[in-house]
């Protein structure tokens, strides 16, 4: 899985793999950032069967206050999924 994000303050991405039960296929990345743009990869192998609910999340917090005129705006691009055979 591979994707950008571009960010105008410090903030954590925490990305999650996981089914239709919540069951975790990928244990959670923690993406720390700097203002500007960054991009990120992970590998991970699919242990179980096939899921048709299977999604992935992207949860995003903050680090602390924000100093002054800055937004807490954060871009996600570019994700892609793709199989390695």
Excluded: W
Excluded at 15 to 36: C, K, L
């Amino acid at each position: 899985m591979t994707f950008g994000k571009t960010t105008q303050a410090d903030i954590d991405v925490v990305v999650e793999q996981n089914g239709g039960n919540y069951t975790a296929y990928m244990p959670s990345q923690t993406v720390s950032s700097h203002p500007g743009g960054t991009h990120h990869e992970f590998t991970f192998t699919m242990q179980q069967g096939t899921d048709n609910d299977d999604r992935i999340t992207f949860n995003l917090g903050s680090n602390g206050p924000l100093a002054p005129g800055l937004a807490r705006a954060i871009s996600i691009d570019n994700v892609r999924l793709t199989p390695i055979n």
